[in-house]
């Protein structure tokens, strides 16, 4: 066997009081593929961060070989003193690397390299990132999340990318499919020991569940043990002291043992406060179309969505994902065709964006809404401590502040958010992000059992063929199809990949008029006033719905006018202008959603 590349011996740290690794140990040659697998907050990204360099072990050593070449990909990239995209990348080469490589992995992913650092979306730092570690072709590569922000046509380049070269690989990662294709080994991180098997990803669940049981088998005998010996120490004690001091110090050994033992932390207890039953049909869209300028978002698209269908977005980001299911979920109007909803429908929501969260609230209070210490789970108060122990939370988290939460933590937020409200329709919007994968496990129990219907965008293949009945793809210039089946039917129902955009380098080398290459609009970004627009206009919108309901409601009375002419005339001019405010604000918030979708997820 080839000697490694690095390696690290009996690495040991602790942050407070229980330790968060302990005598750890990985080994990494050449060209293996290993992917990093544990619970959020058993100590992956600190043991990557180990391995790259950038954290001191209290214990252990760390060991890389003379002239190998190293690149972490962190989950946060740091762009600070960098101008231009292609400068932080080109800022990553080494002395002897070829620097059209920054050039032609920046377009490869979308990018011309002159784009402002500090102004990127999620997406397009996650590119430029990417662009930077793979660059100088090193001989590790340490991936932190790398599928993160990124649209699935981007996710399944970069895999294709990662298998064509010959980097050993040490990856972190929440998208099954994506583990399973690339890695030959699994390192599992579990309550601050690495256990390891070389095999992929594919075998760890089965061999996970293995090592649990055997565990649990051992404490149960550990168990019936010390119950033997103390049975001993109350009615079998004889003369003979030696023998009888030997055996009560055995017996202090197995009760030391038992209480030092960290047993399996707990699965979540994720469960949607159900609602009475929807009618039988639940959305029914017929031939609606939406077109911003020249764009045209949605194009002659008709769907029926019944009680109990499970139904996935998919496509780049920018597609219009958001705004095909704001428009069937009746947030947003389509600008032809027909909506028409089923009765008795209750929604909960979960958007994958978390600045709703105040940062400087507790875990508490995000949860009751700052009032008392119960959460409204469906019609029935909970307490607050109880139902964060559902998702794992712990009691001393009560009055954590969201800010220190990790991406998984803040995840489960969400999904206890949004649980606790009855529903019988959920829409879920990148409902996997952050989250470990046994709390993925729970969640598609969760809707394998979920009695309503559920809509979906998602970037996780896995969780895709796992959880839905259909899939509606983006097939270009507006048009939207289903395909019955999950992730996987709907490639083969397509007989082909979907598509990505072309990269907006290789579309300006493609312009045979420089003088319009010239004059193209930059990019937009997101103003203040814009992202202040974003935060007020959903409450100014309900603010004049509510309006229009009490003008509404005064014109209901049909004495009013005989009664009271001029009552009368007010309230319809107030109702009217209402409605056009209501109008022009939809307008507007939609708008800024799209352009929210395009910047923001690159």
């Not at 001993?232 to 209480?259: E, F, I, M, P, T």
């Not at 219009?320 to 600008?335: F, V």
């Not at 988290?397 to 969400?414: C, D, I, K, N, Y």
């Not at 899939?471 to 397509?494: F, H, K, N």
Request: glycine share 8%; aromatic share 6%.
């Amino acid at each position: 066997m080839a000697p490694p590349l690095i390696q690290m011996k009996d690495i040991a740290l602790t942050f407070g009081g229980t330790p968060l690794l302990t005598s750890v140990e990985l080994s990494v040659s050449a060209g293996e593929r290993v992917c990093l697998i544990g619970r959020n907050g058993s100590g992956k990204s600190t043991l990557l961060k180990i391995a790259a360099g950038l954290i001191e072990p209290d214990r252990g050593e760390r060991f890389v070989q003379p002239g190998a070449t190293i690149r972490y990909l962190p989950q946060e990239p740091d762009f600070s003193g960098m101008a231009t995209t292609l400068a932080y990348v080109e800022a990553g080469l080494g002395p002897g690397d070829d620097h059209y490589q920054a050039h032609f992995l920046l377009e490869q992913l979308g990018l011309t390299g002159d784009e402002d650092p500090n102004s990127l979306s999620g997406g397009e730092a996650r590119r430029t990132a990417l662009a930077r570690v793979l660059a100088p072709s090193p001989d590790i590569l340490l991936l932190d999340e790398p599928t993160n922000h990124l649209d699935l046509t981007t996710i399944e380049w970069l895999e294709s990318e990662l298998n064509s070269r010959r980097s050993a690989l040490v990856l972190i990662s929440h998208d099954r499919r994506f583990l399973s294709n690339l890695s030959r080994s699994t390192v599992w991180l579990d309550r601050g020991q690495a256990r390891r098997i070389e095999r992929g990803f594919s075998a760890f669940e089965e061999w996970r569940d293995e090592v649990l049981a055997e565990e649990e088998r051992d404490q149960h005998k550990l168990d019936r043990k010390i119950v033997a010996e103390e049975h001993w120490l109350r009615y079998g004690v004889s003369g003979r002291r030696k023998r009888n001091v030997k055996r009560l110090s055995n017996l202090h050994a197995l009760r030391d043992q038992r209480r030092d033992y960290r047993g399996a932390v707990g699965q979540a207890n994720l469960a949607a406060a159900s609602s009475e039953n929807s009618g039988k049909l639940v959305v029914e869209a017929i031939g609606i179309a939406k077109s911003f300028g020249e764009r045209a978002i949605v194009s002659d698209f008709s769907i029926r969505i019944q009680r109990g269908d499970r139904v996935g977005i998919v496509g780049p980001n920018g597609a219009g994902k958001t705004t095909l299911i704001s428009i069937l979920t009746g947030a947003a109007e389509p600008d032809s065709g027909k909506i028409r909803f089923g009765a008795n429908i209750e929604m909960a929501t979960l958007d994958q964006h978390r600045e709703s969260l105040d940062p400087k609230s507790t875990l508490s209070e995000a949860l009751t809404g700052g009032r008392g210490d119960h959460v409204m789970v469906g019609d029935k108060p909970k307490h607050v401590v109880s139902y964060m122990k559902d998702f794992l939370f712990t009691q001393e988290q009560a009055r954590t502040p969201l800010e220190v939460l990790s991406g998984g933590e803040r995840g489960r937020l969400m999904l206890a958010r949004a649980l606790a409200k009855p529903s019988n329709l959920l829409v879920l919007d990148e409902p996997t992000n952050d989250l470990d994968l046994d709390t993925l496990d729970v969640l598609e129990d969760m809707l394998g059992d979920y009695t309503g219907t559920v809509l979906l965008i998602s970037h996780d293949r896995d969780f895709l063929d796992r959880v839905v009945t259909s899939v509606i793809a983006p097939d270009g210039q507006g048009r939207w199809i289903e395909y019955a089946g999950g992730y996987s039917d709907m490639l083969t129902q397509r007989g082909a990949d979907l598509q990505r955009e072309a990269p907006k380098a290789a579309l300006a080398k493609d312009t045979k008029e420089p003088k319009q290459q010239a004059s193209a609009a930059p990019k937009r970004r997101l103003s203040f006033n814009d992202k202040h627009a974003l935060d007020t206009l959903p409450k100014t919108m309900a603010k004049l719905q509510a309006e229009i309901a009490k003008h509404q409601k005064q014109l209901h009375d049909p004495a009013l006018y005989a009664r009271d002419r001029n009552a009368f005339d007010a309230a319809s001019a107030a109702l009217v202008a209402a409605q056009t405010k209501l109008h022009e604000a939809e307008e507007r918030w939609l708008e800024l959603e799209i352009l929210r979708e395009d910047i923001e997820n690159g």
